[in-house]
């Protein structure tokens, strides 16, 4: 069973940044695909962006350029650099592992990250 236990959101003003950390239990973190989705109220949970076990990423257009992604595998992290914050990134952000070539998938708890304009 894998753990993931996100931690860096919090209150930012407009134009601030923040940075989202993801630790993962477990030794299938350099073979996972990590992602960073959000949900904001009364909306669907969307991608915001990935890094595959290679390193190539992926991101969400509304975020490209403000936000980046980051892995280190030796401290099975993945982390969000998010920069420009604007109030519409107001959300739950959710870490993801997806076991690359198998069809299995873990959650973190979450991490309120609210921006004020």
């Known amino acids: 069973q894998v753990q993931l236990v996100e931690s860096g959101g919090g209150l930012v003003q407009a134009g601030g940044s923040l940075r989202l950390s993801c630790a993962a239990s477990?030794?299938?973190?350099?073979?996972?695909?990590m992602g960073w989705y959000r949900q904001a109220p009364g909306k669907q949970r969307e991608l915001v962006a990935a890094?595959?076990?290679?390193?190539?990423?992926t991101y969400a257009d509304s975020v490209k350029g403000r936000f980046t992604i980051s892995r280190d595998n030796a401290k099975n992290t993945v982390y969000l650099q998010m920069n420009s914050l604007k109030p519409e990134d107001t959300a739950v952000y959710y870490c993801?592992?997806?076991?690359?070539?198998?069809?299995?998938?873990?959650w973190g708890q979450g991490t309120q990250v609210t921006v004020s304009s």
């Open positions: 993801n592992l997806k076991v690359d070539g198998l069809r299995v998938e873990y």
């Open positions: 477990g030794s299938i973190f350099s073979f996972s695909t």
């Open positions: 890094i595959r076990s290679g390193g190539s990423t």
